[in-house]
């Protein structure tokens, strides 16, 4: 199923290991900077998105709207109660992993194609919500977005958009806390209820694995890390609108999933990368990217069944370790 | 104001018949294949536009009828290759229920910007399919709203007649009851799943046709429809044709209420609600069996 614990830091501390050098090359071009930023904080978002759909097999369709609430809270938590930045995001973060679990409890009783729906609702509502009178009342700015969010500070270092080199580095900071939180989850007691409920839910309980409590506890860490990030985001660019809750940007997020494959942690790390690479090349075809990144997903489910790690592992004959076959095998029979 | 109120209560009626008609579509496809399609909302664009292309282009004469005529076999077939090309391709897989899912909303992202591309982004509208109003007693019913429930009426009861006297149609149950079983005994199962897809495309692609009269017809206008008719599938009770009548109804007339006391806004809202409020306490919708 998935890599063993060794191939998947070496994996992680790789693809971060790249990217922590990029600056050397490019650090004085401002939109590569740029770039780079943004493939760690998709990858962070795309990576929760994995864990809570590819692990726990949870049809989630919420992360954006995760990530959104995450920016606006933190946004509105700094502006209008001038709580620091950096507390600005750990309470959005919170505020977040609060809606994962509001939306995740109805989402228990609920079967597949459902839980999608419901977050995908919920993503739906999110920008009729933000726009409207009530959004306004509590500090969305309505149709006008958040313009003017003060950037984090710490250690008296200002991480603003005119300082990318410690934008980038703070956002490599996160993006590895992030990545070892959920490497940590997929290879504990977690991990292994995960591929035990998807496999066979009522086998699981049967032996004492309660869904509950665990697709709970994964709405809860996945939302939290997503607002998290999205604070973050916010306070980098520094201003935020209803635009991010657009179907492309979804799409755009699907494709990383997809192109990292799905349950194949931490190949969504690499799927985000290069995606965010790509999205950057469709730039210039204007109109026709959103399709064109439609025709991707459409071209890329059908042709990439388990993403760039799956093409690697055919080549390259990866090998799960004996021991993971054990722990998998083990709850194969239902 | 007694005649306010009828005026909405009309409305949501209209709308309703039509939502009815676009969920039973929704619900069919849930029911028999257990695939979920995120591009819904853009097969009733499709539908929309099929119609102002044929009346508005090309100039096509003949009406309704003809529109009809043709938008119906066109639906019919884009349905069934859209099923045989990217959906059937899925079901071999263990993951293949999110992964119908995601392919459909990028088809969904594919064909709304493919609009855009094509149709530029400003609003469609097309003439009325009935000019002139039935009045009696101060009680005022436009013509086009009666022919909008009558044909969307008449399209649920023709799916029903299908579904029950057709050979197609007992296959589509048989089906929908046990696969393999029907495979067994000699029913194509993979023609089925694609034909169910094609009827439904057919639905909420008339449901476009018929609403797009009355609203308009826009690139990203589906999306809407899409949470409607999902919001009316979930109601009404999954796999329950009967159920998502009522709940169409019920919810049509919801719109026209919210949209009436508090504007549109809130429909939204009210709908989410209804969804979050159905999902605790009852689960199975209405009247639709769980699962």
Same mark, same amino acid.
């Given at each position: 199923m998935s890599m063993n614990w060794k191939s998947m830091s070496a994996f992680i501390a790789v693809i971060y290991g790249i990217m922590a050098i990029m600056p050397l090359f490019v650090g004085d071009v401002d939109h590569l900077m740029h770039i780079l930023i943004m493939c760690l904080i998709w990858a962070v978002v795309a990576s929760c998105w994995d864990l809570i759909m590819g692990f726990a097999g949870i049809f989630s369709f919420g992360q954006v709207a995760f990530f959104v609430i995450g920016a606006y809270a933190s946004a509105i938590f700094s502006i209008d109660f001038g709580i620091n930045p950096f507390f600005a995001m750990l309470l959005a973060g919170t505020v977040a992993g609060g809606f994962g679990v509001l939306v995740g409890l109805p989402c228990l009783r609920l079967k597949g194609a459902y839980v999608a729906l419901v977050t995908f609702a919920v993503h739906m509502i999110l920008e009729p919500f933000l726009k409207s009178g009530m959004g306004r009342a509590i500090g969305t700015g309505g149709s006008m977005g958040i313009l003017t969010i003060p950037p984090l500070e710490l250690f008296g270092i200002s991480f603003t958009a005119d300082n990318k080199i410690a934008v980038f580095y703070a956002a490599l900071v996160l993006a590895v806390v992030c990545s070892v939180i959920i490497m940590l989850v997929i290879r504990s007691f977690w991990g292994t209820a995960f591929l035990a409920l998807k496999d066979s839910e009522d086998f699981a309980a049967s032996l004492g694995v309660s869904g509950l409590r665990y697709k709970l506890a994964v709405f809860a860490l996945t939302s939290f890390l997503t607002g998290l990030v999205g604070g973050f985001y916010g306070h980098y660019v520094g201003m935020l609108s209803?635009?991010?809750?657009?179907?492309d940007l979804f799409v755009t997020l699907m494709i990383m999933l997809v192109l990292g494959g799905?349950?194949?942690?931490?190949?969504v790390i690499l799927g985000a990368i290069m995606t965010v690479g790509i999205n950057e090349n469709l730039s210039a075809l204007g109109s026709y990217r959103p399709m064109i990144l439609g025709a991707m997903v459409v071209v890329l489910v059908l042709l990439l069944p388990d993403g760039i790690i799956g093409l690697l592992r055919r080549f390259a004959f990866w090998k799960t370790s004996a021991g993971e076959k054990a722990v998998t095998g083990g709850v194969d029979n239902n | 104001m007694l005649l306010e109120y009828l005026d909405v209560f009309i409305s949501g009626m209209t709308i309703g018949s039509v939502y009815a008609l676009m969920a039973v579509g929704l619900t069919l496809v849930y029911g028999v294949s257990r695939a979920f399609n995120f591009a819904y909302g853009s097969f009733y664009s499709l539908g929309g536009y099929i119609a102002w292309v044929l009346?508005?282009?090309?100039? %096509?004469?003949? /009406?309704y009828f003809m529109v009809f005529a043709l938008a119906i076999p066109i639906l019919m077939v884009f349905g069934y290759f859209t099923e045989k090309a990217i959906v059937a391709p899925l079901r071999k897989r263990s993951d293949w229920e999110v992964k119908v899912m995601m392919i459909t909303l990028g088809l969904a992202l594919f064909m709304d910007n493919g609009y855009q591309v094509l149709f530029g982004p400003r609003m469609k509208s097309l003439p009325p399919i009935m000019d002139g109003a039935i009045e009696a007693g101060g009680i005022y019913i436009s013509n086009q709203d009666l022919m909008i429930f009558i044909l969307s009426i008449t399209g649920i009861l023709a799916f029903r007649w299908i579904l029950n006297n057709t050979r197609i149609g007992m296959a589509v149950r048989a089906v929908a009851q046990n696969p393999d079983g029907a495979q067994i005994v000699g029913i194509p199962k993979d023609k089925i799943f694609a034909a169910t897809f094609g009827i439904s495309t057919v639905m909420v692609g008339a449901g476009g046709v018929l609403l797009a009269q009355k609203y308009f017809i826009s690139p990203m206008g589906g999306w809407d429809i899409l949470v409607k008719s999902w919001v009316i599938t979930a109601f009404g009770g999954m796999g329950s044709i009967r159920g998502g009548l009522y709940a169409a109804f019920i919810l049509g007339l919801l719109e026209a209420f919210v949209g009436y006391w508090f /504007? %549109?806004?809130?429909v939204l809202f009210a709908l989410f609600a209804v969804l979050l409020t159905t999902l605790a306490i009852?689960?199975?919708? %209405?009247m639709g069996k769980w699962g």
């Open positions: 209803t635009r991010m809750l657009g179907i799905i349950g194949q942690y931490p190949g | 009346m508005m282009l090309i100039g %096509l004469r003949g /009406g /504007g %549109l806004n809130w009852r689960p199975q919708g %209405l």
